[in-house]
């Protein structure tokens, strides 16, 4: 049976998709066999140029589009709202069909979040649901990742209570845009005292693969 993972992170553009792609680069180099999906991206042309795009080149996964992402959106706007300007409403059995079959080819998949933990992804007079709603139908637990620098750690620990109390399991953070600042060291600290989650990995800018051990980075799947 198939493990998961969900990257989400604090917020939009904190680098989820290129710690989502040196993650499942790590792994694949050290003989996972991992995949890679989300659900919607919005504000881009192509699967190739979208974040799917990026990292299933970047990461080498070499998956056919229709594999890794269910909607594409031209407008860069919320999920919610480029569905309703586009008219391609999201559909809770589309992700699951598109969850089964990916779930068939991998034994694991690390399926990417759109912004923060709160993105709505369908709200109109049928449905409604959020970001965790689909989290919660994938039956997976999540990692968080963060910037390193200052004001992270109030994203990163509302972040962590917001998931907690929503009953998502958490299972650790990644903090990116690292340089080992004493600052930086401090704001693990504090994040880790404060979510009581530990800081799995650091990620400096124009890393080329995850300094973790990459047996313990597995075992993160469920």
């Known amino acids: 049976m198939s493990k998961g993972l969900f990257i989400t992170g604090t917020g939009t553009d904190i680098g989820k998709t290129y710690v989502t792609a040196l993650l499942i680069k790590t792994l694949r180099q050290h003989g996972y066999d991992v995949g890679y999906y989300k659900a919607a991206i919005s504000g881009a042309p192509t699967v190739a140029a979208s974040d799917a795009g990026y990292v299933n080149e970047v990461a080498g996964i070499g998956?056919?589009?229709?594999?890794?992402?269910?909607?594409?959106?031209?407008?860069?706007?919320?999920?919610?709202?480029?569905?309703?300007?586009?008219?391609?409403?999201?559909?809770?059995?589309?992700?699951?069909?598109?969850?089964?079959?990916?779930?068939?080819?991998y034994p694991?998949?690390?399926?990417?979040?759109?912004?923060?933990?709160?993105?709505?992804?369908?709200?109109?007079?049928?449905?409604?649901?959020?970001l965790e709603d689909l989290i919660g139908w994938l039956h997976i637990p999540s990692l968080i990742v963060c910037p390193a620098g200052l004001g992270t750690i109030n994203g990163a620990v509302l972040t962590a209570f917001y998931m907690k109390e929503k009953g998502l399991p958490v299972q650790g953070f990644i903090v990116n845009h690292y340089t080992g600042s004493p600052m930086e060291k401090?704001?693990?600290?504090?994040?880790?005292?404060?979510?009581?989650?530990?800081?799995?990995?650091?990620?400096?800018?124009?890393?080329?693969?995850?300094?973790?051990?990459?047996?313990?980075?597995?075992?993160?799947?469920?």
């Not at 594409?72 to 809770?92: F, G, M, Q, T």
């Open 108 to 130: 694991y998949v690390t399926v990417e979040g759109s912004g923060g933990i709160i993105c709505p992804l369908r709200e109109d007079d049928a449905i409604n649901f959020q």
């Open 63 to 105: 998956e056919s589009p229709d594999l890794l992402l269910s909607y594409l959106y031209d407008h860069a706007v919320s999920p919610h709202l480029a569905a309703r300007w586009e008219e391609k409403p999201i559909e809770k059995s589309v992700i699951l069909r598109d969850w089964q079959r990916v779930t068939a080819a």
């Open 186 to 222: 401090d704001n693990i600290r504090m994040i880790e005292k404060l979510s009581g989650k530990p800081v799995l990995a650091v990620v400096g800018d124009n890393a080329k693969l995850l300094q973790a051990d990459a047996q313990a980075l597995i075992q993160l799947y469920q």
